[in-house]
């Protein structure tokens, strides 16, 4: 018996990398699952090997970038079987550049992906969910994990876009927590540490030796995505966490770390100077750390 028996799953981006390797583990625990990727020869591939383990997998190379294949998408899996219970939004790409280097197309390439991806497939499969709910259905209780990245949560630099697609979908995904919990969905993100094709050269010599625990294996990160999609986490909803080889980190939004009150005046200019030391603390204004700490 796998956690996941009985349900169904698309994958977005799933032709390598992490999404494969979500793709992999949602089949291995039971789930019926569609693995969308752009490249139909890798989705085969991934498709083939779960086969090959005795899992249920189909293809869809929809662009879950637009409205129209997001709605596809979604669609294919009802349309396979019979419901839509699990949605990993995973599919992404870089077109890192300085702010004042960035073009127009490379803005709105990596917004396009990441912020419209997670967002139209979110809406319809919440259309979905809701109408059977709406219905008169009992124990809907679909799941949404959507991809984040520590580049959202902390600010780096020379990844403007990306950065603000992925703090984007952070806030995003306590929107639709909200949203959706009422009709029986969880929404929850993941910011995963893992070596893909987007991060390889970033991680180039930082390979495992021989019968060491690999860090840096997108394989780790699938086993917190199914557990996101189990029953085991029906109460969990609106969380972002950070997953890196063995290690898991709950996240926390923004929060107020400093207040200063001008006793019922407006403020003026010389008076935020003469408290700006009240407000900031120990602070004094500087960029916030970069994060990735253990």
Not at 126 to 147: L, P
Not at 246 to 271: F, P, Y
């Amino acid at each position: 018996m796998g956690a996941l028996d009985g349900k169904s799953a698309i994958v977005t981006g799933a032709g390598r990398g992490i999404g494969r390797e979500e793709a992999l583990l949602l089949a291995s625990e039971g789930a019926s699952v569609v693995v969308n990727d752009v490249d139909e020869a890798e989705a085969t591939a991934v498709v083939d090997q779960i086969g090959v383990a005795g899992g249920t997998a189909v293809v869809n190379t929809g662009d879950v970038s637009t409205w129209a294949g997001a709605e596809t998408a979604v669609g294919q899996v009802i349309a396979e079987y019979g419901q839509l219970d699990i949605v990993v939004n995973n599919a992404g790409i870089l077109r890192d550049a300085m702010s004042f280097s960035m073009s127009e197309a490379e803005w709105d390439a990596v917004i396009a992906v990441h912020m419209k991806g997670h967002a139209a497939m979110s809406h319809f499969a919440g259309m979905a969910w809701r109408e059977r709910s709406k219905g008169g259905e009992e124990g809907v209780s679909g799941r949404i994990i959507n991809t984040a990245s520590e580049s959202g949560l902390y600010g780096l630099a020379g990844q403007i876009n990306y950065a603000a697609a992925k703090a984007g979908i952070a806030s995003m995904t306590i929107v639709l927590g909200r949203e959706l919990r009422k009709y029986g969905v969880t929404v929850n993100a993941i910011a995963p540490r893992a070596r893909t094709r987007m991060t390889e050269t970033v991680l180039t010599g930082m390979e495992a030796a021989e019968g060491q625990f690999d860090e840096w294996d997108p394989a780790n990160i699938a086993p917190v995505v199914a557990w996101l999609a189990s029953p085991e986490s029906a109460d969990i909803t609106g969380q972002v966490f950070v997953v890196n080889g063995d290690k898991l980190h709950l996240m926390s939004g923004w929060e107020r770390v400093g207040r200063i009150d001008n006793a019922g005046e407006r403020w003026t200019i010389d008076a935020l100077t003469a408290r700006r030391g009240d407000l900031f603390g120990d602070r004094s204004g500087k960029l916030p750390p970069a994060g990735f700490g253990e």
